[in-house]
C-alpha cells in the first residue's frame, strides 16, 4: 500500500513538474511588452559628439505597420538605457488603451500618440499604463522620481518617417486636478504660459529658455497615489548638439 502510494505521488509530482514548465515561460511572455526594440548602439556613432552617439540605429518604421499588420505604428520613441519603443496612434485616446500592436484586447495596452496631433506637431503628448505586475515601458519611467536619476538623464529621441527629433527634459511633475498638459495647439501667450506651467509645483526641473517657437513632448503614465493621478514628463525639442531649437 505504502509503495502505491509513493508511486501515485512521484507521478503528481511529475505532472506539476511539467505543469510548471510550461506555465512559468508564458507568465514569463506575457509579463513583458511586445513593442521593445532592442537597445543596441551602433559603432560608428560611438565617437560621435552629438546626442546620436545615445540613441540606437534607425528602423523601418514601415517593416513594422506590415508585421503587426497595423498603420497606426507611427514613431519610435528611445530614453536611453531605458526603452526603445513603437508608439501608435489612434482614432482616439481610448483604444489603445487596451489593445496591443495585433489590435488585440490587452489589458497592458500600447504606448499612443494623442490621436488631436500628427508626428511633427508643436506638441506630442504620449500616453502609457503604469503597472505594479507587469514589465511595460512606461513603468520604468518611475526611475525619474530619483533625483539623482533625474539629472543624470536628459535626453529623449523620437524618430518619425520625416527624420529624427531631439528633446531635453525639463520637468517632472505629479498631477491629479490641473490638466493643462492636455491643451494642445494653443499660441502666443497662452503657449507661453503653458510652457511655464510645466514649470511650475515640480518635483524636478532644470532651468530653460523658451519662446514661442519652442516645440515640447509629454509623457504621461500614471501614479498610484490617487485615482487619476499621472506623472508628467516633459521635454524641449533641441538639435542634435544639444541646444534648444527656438
Given at each position: 500500500?505504502?509503495?502505491?502510494?509513493?508511486?501515485?505521488?512521484?507521478?503528481?509530482?511529475?505532472?506539476?513538474?511539467?505543469?510548471?514548465?510550461?506555465?512559468?515561460?508564458?507568465?514569463?511572455?506575457?509579463?513583458?511588452?511586445?513593442?521593445?526594440?532592442?537597445?543596441?548602439?551602433?559603432?560608428?556613432?560611438?565617437?560621435?559628439?552629438?546626442?546620436?552617439?545615445?540613441?540606437?540605429?534607425?528602423?523601418?518604421?514601415?517593416?513594422?505597420?506590415?508585421?503587426?499588420?497595423?498603420?497606426?505604428?507611427?514613431?519610435?520613441?528611445?530614453?536611453?538605457?531605458?526603452?526603445?519603443?513603437?508608439?501608435?496612434?489612434?482614432?482616439?485616446n481610448k483604444y489603445y488603451l487596451n489593445h496591443d500592436l495585433y489590435k488585440?484586447?490587452?489589458?497592458?495596452?500600447?504606448?499612443?500618440?494623442?490621436?488631436?496631433?500628427?508626428?511633427?506637431?508643436?506638441?506630442?503628448?504620449?500616453?502609457?499604463?503604469?503597472?505594479?505586475?507587469?514589465?511595460?515601458?512606461?513603468?520604468?519611467?518611475?526611475?525619474?522620481?530619483?533625483?539623482?536619476?533625474?539629472?543624470?538623464?536628459?535626453?529623449?529621441?523620437?524618430?518619425?518617417?520625416?527624420?529624427?527629433?531631439?528633446?531635453?527634459?525639463?520637468?517632472?511633475?505629479?498631477?491629479?486636478?490641473?490638466?493643462?498638459?492636455?491643451?494642445?495647439?494653443?499660441?502666443?501667450?497662452?503657449?507661453?504660459?503653458?510652457?511655464?506651467?510645466?514649470?511650475?509645483?515640480?518635483?524636478?526641473?532644470?532651468?530653460?529658455?523658451?519662446?514661442?517657437?519652442?516645440?515640447?513632448l509629454v509623457l504621461q503614465t500614471c501614479s498610484y497615489k490617487n485615482d487619476?493621478?499621472?506623472?508628467?514628463?516633459?521635454?524641449i525639442e533641441v538639435d542634435k548638439e544639444g541646444n534648444i531649437i527656438s
Amino acid at each position: 500500500m505504502k509503495n502505491k502510494s509513493k508511486k501515485i505521488l512521484s507521478i503528481i509530482i511529475i505532472f506539476l513538474i511539467i505543469a510548471l514548465a510550461i506555465i512559468i515561460p508564458l507568465s514569463i511572455k506575457d509579463n513583458t511588452s511586445q513593442n521593445e526594440l532592442p537597445l543596441e548602439k551602433i559603432e560608428e556613432v560611438k565617437e560621435d559628439k552629438t546626442l546620436d552617439r545615445l540613441f540606437s540605429k534607425d528602423i523601418d518604421l514601415k517593416e513594422y505597420q506590415e508585421k503587426y499588420n497595423n498603420e497606426d505604428i507611427t514613431i519610435r520613441l528611445e530614453i536611453p538605457d531605458m526603452f526603445n519603443i513603437l508608439i501608435v496612434k489612434g482614432k482616439d485616446n481610448k483604444y489603445y488603451l487596451n489593445h496591443d500592436l495585433y489590435k488585440k484586447k490587452d489589458n497592458k495596452g500600447s504606448e499612443f500618440l494623442d490621436y488631436r496631433v500628427n508626428y511633427n506637431s508643436k506638441q506630442l503628448n504620449i500616453y502609457g499604463h503604469n503597472s505594479k505586475t507587469y514589465n511595460i515601458p512606461f513603468r520604468k519611467l518611475e526611475q525619474f522620481l530619483n533625483e539623482d536619476f533625474f539629472n543624470k538623464n536628459e535626453y529623449i529621441l523620437i524618430q518619425t518617417p520625416e527624420g529624427r527629433r531631439y528633446y531635453k527634459i525639463f520637468s517632472l511633475k505629479e498631477v491629479d486636478t490641473d490638466y493643462d498638459h492636455m491643451r494642445i495647439n494653443q499660441t502666443g501667450d497662452k503657449y507661453l504660459s503653458h510652457i511655464a506651467n510645466f514649470l511650475n509645483n515640480t518635483m524636478y526641473k532644470r532651468d530653460i529658455k523658451y519662446t514661442e517657437k519652442s516645440n515640447i513632448l509629454v509623457l504621461q503614465t500614471c501614479s498610484y497615489k490617487n485615482d487619476d493621478t499621472y506623472y508628467i514628463i516633459t521635454a524641449i525639442e533641441v538639435d542634435k548638439e544639444g541646444n534648444i531649437i527656438s
